[in-house]
């Protein structure tokens, strides 16, 4: 079979070549951001996920670390304890605030404040002196400071003892200090916003209990806790990730849907003889799918390719930047198919027209 | 193989206008037709018509004893694919495509299984098969054409001006391809054009005038 789909397209070089880019500019764009969402939703709950506390407790109508408040009596550790099937309690202080480096206010930092000595909600496993921070790496990153450097937060000098990873949810990042030290800066004692809970045995029949015997808290188990934080992430920014998403597909989708009916026009004498020498209409609309989806494949290629290899240079640029790709993320190119055939009807209409007797014409 | 019956094309741009006015005119197989007549006197609305690219206002055309004008246009475009080939003044051929392409086309369009280089031989350019059609003289260009036309092996050849474009011994190579056509494989082949040099070749010449034949 002659490959004439292929052929006409490659006679409008310069035509193809600027479609190609632009959809795989707007695929690039489609993963970019599904990437940040993905490494947003990730950053922020990964703290959650993984810091081995068994049941969140948090003041009433509070579920989640990032966007809501929750303020308890630091005391109330010790009432948690005495619980059936509590193997540890300890406050965790949530405080946000800037931190002044090097004479610079820098973004927001979500300062939690653990116990030393469960060391519960602590990012990993480290012994913290007092008036030291364990922050996180891209924040650290982004103003170029390491181990052994210092920062001030509330007028109060902190020494960099560790640096952290997974604390970074895009617009803020963890950094993590003793509970006395988050009180301090808080400039309020006793008051905690979580209680961390350890558990023996099962934690849904602990969880009950705790649930009983404080009936004015909230009581999450770790799983709910996470979910609840991929909803709240979810209901906040997948909305307009989506709306981009949707607006970068249907500028990729006018673009091949652009080139397609301008090359009909361009190509007007050409469908007039294939007319002429009896292709029909059915024919003509497989040609023009056939050209849109082989300018599709190409641009999904090409965009994909382009973002892995910008990628580095992003993250190098970007430190708090946090790009994820998920294997659910090739969903992206059935999409870019489907706008890719939808684009084929634009020229339809123009060649509908084309009146075979055209090729008498001189 | 070709009846027209009382052939009538009018256009209508605000005022009616008569392109072709109650022609008649039969083509026997193996026969070369030529049509004679002066620009924008009918005779390419005529071959049109003969090839079922233009419906008639009235009148009739059966092919191969199919009424063209009773085809709804899917059927049109089937009878244009596998019983028609056209031969155009300004060839046509696809310049995205190479020679052997512009031919082999039309046997994928009509679903056949022949070989373009043997068409190709015929007409004395196999040697530019893999050539870009833009690179080629006009009497190469023409010879492609008449290639293309016989690819769907069509029962009738109709040739819009075949030398318009093309010096004398390129147009008279041409016509004698066009003619080869006729008498050797039997297709009915109606020769369009102004030039009376080739009417020495034509079984039969029909002049036609204001849409009308004269003689």
Redesign the interface.
Known sequence: ??P?AR??L??NRGGLIVTVAGVAATVSLLLFLFAVHAGVKDGATRYVRTTGVDIWIAQKGSDNIIKSSSFLPASLADEVSTIDGVAQASPLVRIISKADVRGRLSSTLFLFGFDPETKLGAPKDIALKQGEIVLDESFARKYELGVGDTLTIQRRPFRIAALSQGTNALLSQFGFVRFDDGAAILGIDGIASFILVRTRGDRGDVARRIREALPNVAVHESDDFTRYHDEELDSGVLPVFFALAAFGAAVGGLIVALMLYSSALERR??YA????????QR?LLRLVLRQSLFVTVLGCILGVVFMFAITPLLLRAIPTLVLLYLPRHALIFPVALAIGALAAIAPLRVLRRIY??E??R? | MIAARSLVKEYDAGVVFRAVDDVSLDVARGEVVLIIGPNGSGKTTLLSMLGGLVRPTSGSVVVEGRALDEMPERELETFRLRRVGFVFQTFRLLDALSVRENVQLVIDLAGEKRNADALLDRVGALHLANRNTRVLSGGEKQRVAIARALANDPAILLADEPTGSLDSSAGEAAIALLCDAARNDGRAVVIVSHDTRIAHHADRVVRITDGRVVE
């Open positions: 079979m002659v004439v052929r006409l490659f006679r004498d050409d003889t294939l007319k002429a020498l009896g292709a029909g024919y075979p007797g090729v008498f001189g």
